[in-house]
Structures are given as structure tokens and as C-alpha cells.
């Protein structure tokens, strides 16, 4: 295992700070250091809370976020933030609370965010999907003291509130605050401007997916002990050198990204772009720049058109997206999408779900046809518990363009495959169970979930391992190539199926939009792969020209799907998880060993 010493000399490390320092910029850096040094040394305050509240203070009027015609600046950003968590506070509300939010993609979502971080409290990020017994459920799970929701959802909370354990204050955003709800505006217009009670610490707390149940809330309080605490036990095992050594392996992972190279021509700063549901984890990656003073230009909805013109308008240079969304790019006709200059693009980067080579080809493609001078496409694996754990860069299928197919090299964290049947490691290029230890994964703790928690981890010849029901390889190279999901796995008449390798068959006939494979009852077999088809619009296909095509593209034997259906559209989250319960739950409906 690398030790702090040796990960504080890894190339990548340097190359983070190097990128960070430029971020800030030598003057910024300056003015902000001289602020903040005076505000701890001499006020006493927090080093964190000084370093953000002085950093916002010295951009001023450099944009912060821009959000459909809505435009903060970071001294009114810094304003606002202020006043919302000396509000809090005026409310009773304790440091080290929880205040859950339930917003769309908004100016207030980051308000909270930061408000929160700057008064040691923390953000359970509620998805706005949840059915009603859900998001009481997630509420009372995260023990949450005040809720803040966009007044869309008042009609929801009314209905259910009473059910809420903790909570007690529900802030609502706009105007015409009904009774019984705290007015967010109010609140923030008659708070005080000043650095809270409290110090600094990262806001932001995820939920698991929730495909398969109600989402799991993940405990940032025990992940935060991980470097602060002396005990081993708090790392599953781990020194906590080896945990600081793993902190730094995430931060310099961003050096790939090109975090420095990120300059606007006119602001000098980095533009991200926003076009993902802000409660999602991966989304953080594209919030990220926002913390070195970058601009966040945030959609409160996806749009394929919506979002090339916005690179070409707000000439972003950095965004994350779910490969649904640069499918939905890719499927515009080629009169929309040759009408943007997607030159500003540095840093496309790419997660939350598989991505198929050929899109990654294709988005280089269109971006190359529309004025980008290199390739852009980024990727990583990585999980809500686990952080990054490879990185995939240009210069990697630049060099090999079989590592198209790959999530990267395990450029972020200790990665190994595990063959679960011999119980014994894997050699390089087999196949098995991928498991994980990073910081955030020795840390891991799903609150009120024990069980669940401990579940999720394997241990092997004494150290313990994070294991996400992943099966994967890694080749000679370190690159990491996912195959499938354990729970997802069809095991046909005794042979494994990977429903990866069908659908990126299946998703290169020109007609077809999105696929899911998945396993279905067969008597003879026990399961079999079915292969359930949106189309794109305006297409015609049968089911026998799919196996066909599945045919003419070397798929072979039980591999071909023994089932092709056609629907509308996909069960998929924004996030651009595909929900392939929803869709087995039909062909499973009434056989006892569908779970």
C-alpha cells in the first residue's frame, strides 16, 4: 500500500496542486490568503469558514452561478449564504444538524449546500422522484432537523408531514409561504451577515441509487472520522497513514482532468455545466470547479439541443453527464447538432453508468466537427461510497483504442478482481467480483443500516474490502473493463451472461435508441436474456431483425436474446441509471424465485 509520502510524490498529485493554484490565480490567492489568514489568526475564526467567506469576498462580481436567466454573483452568493446559516441558527438549529433538501437544479440548492457547510451542518440530497413514503422514510432516516423544499412540492409535504420524526422547521422557497412553513426569503432578508457559529466542513450528503429499494443515506459523519481519528477500528484496519495516502490518491485524480488547462477566454475561470439532477453523487464532479471560484451554469432540465447551446453560449469548458445524455446528443438530427461551436470544451467527463465505446467515439467526433481542436470524452468508475477509482483520459485510447471499452486506469484508489468460486484472487485479464478500499470506502457506514453496511464488504487474507456487486477485469496495463452486475447476472442452462456485452451489440443498430437486457423464466433454463428495445423515433424494427443483426455481430448461442420486446421508452433514472427491476418485474410476475 502507498504511504502519504510516497502519494504526495505521484505525478498526479503535483499536477493537482499545480491545476488548483491556477484555479485560484496568483492575485486571488494573495488578496484571499491575506484576508483569511487575518480573520483566523486574529478573529479566531474557523480556517475554512475564513478561507471561503475571504475567497468569495475578493471574486466579487465574478459570476458564480447562472441558472435560466438568473445570475448571482459571488458577493451576493457569500451574502446570502451567510445570512441563511446565521438563520438556521436563529431557528435553534444546532451545528452538526441535518437540514435536508428536497430542490430541483436551483441558485438555492447551492445556497444550502454552502450555507450548511459553513455552519458544520450537513445536506442529506433528497431525490425528487421519491414517492411520498419514501421521502419520509429517507427524512426520518437522516434524522433531519429542518427540510427546505421548492413550494412545487408543498402539496407532497402537506400530506405527509406529520409523519416526519425530527423535523422541525420546513423551510419553503418564493413567495406566499403558506401557514405553518418558515419562509426561506424572510429568513435570509432578517438573518445577520457574518461568518457563523461552527467550522467548515463538506456539506453534501448522498443517497444510495435506490433501484432496487429505498435509497440507503450514507453517514458523513463516520467517513469524516477516517482521517481525524486515531482507532484503526474506524478504518476497517487501515493506518491512517494509508487512509491520508488513499484522501490523496482521490484529490490528485482530478490532475487527469485537466483541471488547470480549464481557462475561459474572457473570465480566466473554469464554466461548468450542470445538466444533471443536483441530488445525484456523480453531479458533484461537475459542482466541483464552483469550490476554485469556477462559474455554474446549472439546467433545472435536461435538453440534448439545450445543452450544445449552452457550451456554445456560456463557453463552458468542463461538465459531467450520464451516457443517456450524450445518446440523447448523439440522436439529434445532424442539422441541430452542426449549428454549435463546441470549441470551448475541455474536460467532458462521463459516469454513473456504463457508456458504450461507440458513443464515446462518436461524442469525440461530433465535438472534433464543431470546432474542438482535441478528443474530450472523460471517464470514471466510481460510487457514492467509494469515490473515483478510475480514470479514463484522451491520452489513454489515444494511445490503445481497445481502452475505449475499459472505465480507466485505478488511477484514484486500490482496486483488485476477486474470483469468488475459487475463492482466490483473479490473475490479470479474468474476470470476477471487483472490490474497492478508498477512504471513503473504509469510512463507509449506511445510517440505521447495520446490516446493510456490513454486507457490502468482503474480507480477504485479513484486510477488508469494499465490494459493489460489480464483475470485471483489470488487464496488464491497470485498466479496468465492468462486464456487469452480480444481481444482474443471467445465469443461462448453468453459463454466465453479461446483459453488458449484449446491449452494446444491440445498441449499435442504427434504429435503437436504448436497450436493457435482461434475465427472464424459462423452464428448460431456469433464466434466459431478454432484450427490451426503445426505438428511435419515428423507426420500425422487428424482433427478428434484431436477432439477426445480434447474429451478424458475432453474438452467438445463448448470448442471443431469447425474448426481444419494444417499449416506449426505458425505465431510467436522470442520473441515467437504468431501474431493470421495473422491467423484470413483468416476466417474473408470479415465479417464485424472481428476487
Known amino acids: 500500500m502507498t504511504t502519504s509520502k510516497e502519494a504526495l510524490r505521484l505525478k498526479q498529485t503535483r499536477g493537482a496542486g499545480i491545476g488548483l493554484a491556477k484555479q485560484v490565480g496568483l492575485t486571488n490567492g494573495l488578496l484571499t490568503a491575506a484576508k483569511s489568514i487575518y480573520l483566523s489568526k486574529v478573529k479566531g475564526v474557523n480556517k475554512g469558514q475564513a478561507f471561503f467567506s475571504s475567497y468569495w469576498q475578493t471574486l466579487g462580481d465574478r459570476e458564480a452561478i447562472v441558472c435560466e436567466g438568473d445570475t448571482v454573483t459571488f458577493k451576493q452568493f457569500r451574502d446570502r449564504v451567510l445570512r441563511l446559516a446565521n438563520g438556521l441558527t436563529d431557528l435553534g438549529v444546532p451545528t452538526g444538524a441535518r437540514v435536508a433538501?428536497?430542490?430541483?437544479?436551483?441558485?438555492?440548492?447551492?445556497?444550502?449546500?454552502?450555507?450548511?457547510?459553513?455552519?458544520?451542518?450537513?445536506?442529506?440530497?433528497?431525490?425528487?422522484?421519491?414517492?411520498?413514503?419514501?421521502?419520509?422514510?429517507?427524512?426520518?432516516?437522516?434524522?433531519?432537523?429542518?427540510?427546505?423544499?421548492?413550494?412545487?412540492?408543498?402539496?407532497?409535504?402537506?400530506?405527509?408531514?406529520?409523519?416526519?420524526?425530527?423535523?422541525?422547521?420546513?423551510?419553503?422557497?418564493?413567495?406566499?409561504?403558506?401557514?405553518?412553513?418558515?419562509?426561506?426569503?424572510?429568513?435570509?432578508?432578517?438573518?445577520?451577515?457574518?461568518?457563523?457559529?461552527?467550522?467548515?466542513?463538506?456539506?453534501?450528503?448522498?443517497?444510495?441509487?435506490?433501484?432496487?429499494?429505498?435509497?440507503?443515506?450514507?453517514?458523513?459523519?463516520?467517513?469524516?472520522?477516517?482521517?481525524?481519528?486515531?482507532?484503526?477500528?474506524?478504518?476497517?484496519?487501515?493506518?491512517?497513514?494509508?487512509?491520508?495516502?488513499?484522501?490523496?490518491?482521490?484529490?490528485?485524480?482530478?490532475?487527469?482532468?485537466?483541471?488547470?488547462?480549464?481557462?475561459?477566454?474572457?473570465?480566466?475561470?473554469?464554466?461548468?455545466?450542470?445538466?444533471?439532477?443536483?441530488?445525484?453523487?456523480?453531479?458533484?464532479?461537475?459542482?466541483?470547479?464552483?469550490f476554485l471560484g469556477g462559474t455554474a451554469v446549472v439546467m433545472k432540465k435536461f435538453s440534448a439541443e439545450e445543452f450544445l447551446k449552452l457550451i456554445q453560449d456560456q463557453r463552458i469548458n468542463w461538465t459531467f453527464v450520464a451516457p443517456t445524455m450524450l445518446e440523447r446528443v448523439l440522436a439529434l438530427p445532424a442539422e441541430v447538432k452542426s449549428k454549435y461551436d463546441l470549441s470551448t470544451m475541455n474536460s467532458l467527463i462521463c459516469a454513473a453508468a456504463p457508456c458504450p465505446p461507440q458513443v464515446k467515439r462518436d461524442i469525440n467526433a461530433l465535438f472534433r466537427a464543431q470546432g474542438n481542436k482535441k478528443d474530450i470524452f472523460m471517464e470514471y468508475y466510481g460510487a457514492s461510497e467509494t469515490g473515483l477509482v478510475s480514470v479514463l483520459v484522451p491520452e489513454d485510447y489515444q494511445q490503445k483504442d481497445n481502452r475505449y471499452n475499459s472505465v480507466g486506469k485505478?488511477?484514484?484508489?486500490?482496486?483488485?478482481?476477486?474470483?469468488?468460486?475459487?475463492?482466490?484472487?483473479?490473475?490479470?485479464?479474468?474476470?470476477?467480483?471487483?472490490?474497492?478500499?478508498?477512504?471513503?470506502?473504509?469510512?463507509?457506514?449506511?445510517?440505521?443500516?447495520?446490516?446493510?453496511?456490513?454486507?457490502?464488504?468482503?474480507?480477504?487474507?485479513?484486510?477488508?474490502?469494499?465490494?459493489?456487486?460489480?464483475?470485471?477485469?483489470?488487464?496488464?496495463?491497470?485498466?479496468?473493463?465492468?462486464?456487469?452486475?452480480?444481481?444482474?447476472?443471467?445465469?443461462?442452462?448453468?453459463?454466465?451472461?453479461?446483459?453488458?456485452?449484449?446491449?452494446?451489440?444491440?445498441?449499435?443498430?442504427?434504429?435503437?435508441?436504448?436497450?436493457?437486457?435482461?434475465?427472464?423464466?424459462?423452464?428448460?433454463?431456469?433464466?434466459?436474456?431478454?432484450?427490451?428495445?426503445?426505438?428511435?423515433?419515428?423507426?420500425?424494427?422487428?424482433?427478428?431483425e434484431v436477432l439477426q443483426f445480434c447474429k451478424q455481430e458475432g453474438l452467438y448461442g445463448f448470448k442471443i436474446p431469447k425474448i426481444v420486446d419494444f417499449e416506449k421508452e426505458l425505465p431510467r433514472q436522470l442520473s441515467g441509471k437504468l431501474i431493470k427491476r421495473q422491467l423484470e418485474e413483468k416476466y417474473w410476475k408470479g415465479v417464485e424465485s424472481f428476487g
Request: aromatic share 8%; glycine share 8%.
Open 101 to 290: 433538501e428536497l430542490l430541483p437544479n436551483c441558485v438555492e440548492w447551492f445556497e444550502v449546500n454552502l450555507a450548511t457547510a459553513m455552519s458544520g451542518r450537513t445536506m442529506p440530497m433528497l431525490n425528487w422522484h421519491l414517492k411520498p413514503k419514501e421521502i419520509v422514510a429517507c427524512v426520518n432516516k437522516a434524522e433531519a432537523i429542518v427540510l427546505v423544499i421548492d413550494p412545487s412540492y408543498l402539496d407532497v409535504i402537506d400530506s405527509i408531514k406529520q409523519e416526519f420524526k425530527t423535523v422541525e422547521h420546513i423551510l419553503v422557497l418564493g413567495d406566499n409561504v403558506p401557514e405553518g412553513y418558515v419562509s426561506y426569503e424572510k429568513l435570509i432578508a432578517k438573518s445577520k451577515c457574518e461568518i457563523p457559529i461552527g467550522s467548515f466542513g463538506m456539506s453534501p450528503t448522498p443517497y444510495s441509487g435506490g433501484t432496487t429499494g429505498t435509497p440507503k443515506l450514507l453517514n458523513s459523519d463516520e467517513m469524516g472520522a477516517v482521517l481525524s481519528d486515531d482507532s484503526d477500528d474506524r478504518r476497517r484496519g487501515a493506518t491512517k497513514d494509508q487512509a491520508k495516502a488513499m484522501t490523496i490518491m482521490q484529490v490528485g485524480a482530478f490532475h487527469w482532468y485537466e483541471i488547470g488547462q480549464c481557462k475561459d477566454s474572457k473570465t480566466k475561470n473554469i464554466r461548468t455545466l450542470v445538466p444533471g439532477p443536483l441530488y445525484h453523487a456523480g453531479v458533484q464532479i461537475a459542482v466541483l470547479p464552483f
Open 410 to 544: 485505478t488511477r484514484a484508489a486500490q482496486c483488485r478482481i476477486f474470483d469468488v468460486e475459487n475463492d482466490v484472487w483473479a490473475k490479470t485479464g479474468e474476470e470476477g467480483r471487483v472490490l474497492v478500499r478508498s477512504a471513503m470506502a473504509l469510512g463507509l457506514q449506511y445510517k440505521g443500516d447495520k446490516a446493510k453496511t456490513e454486507e457490502a464488504f468482503r474480507v480477504i487474507e485479513g484486510i477488508t474490502w469494499y465490494d459493489d456487486g460489480l464483475i470485471g477485469y483489470i488487464d496488464e496495463d491497470e485498466f479496468l473493463y465492468l462486464t456487469s452486475r452480480a444481481k444482474e447476472m443471467i445465469i443461462c442452462g448453468g453459463v454466465n451472461l453479461f446483459p453488458n456485452e449484449i446491449e452494446n451489440v444491440i445498441k449499435q443498430h442504427p434504429s435503437v435508441f436504448d436497450v436493457a437486457v435482461i434475465r427472464a423464466p424459462d423452464e428448460d433454463l431456469g433464466e434466459v436474456p431478454a432484450a427490451i428495445i426503445q426505438l428511435m423515433d419515428g423507426e420500425v424494427l422487428s424482433a427478428e
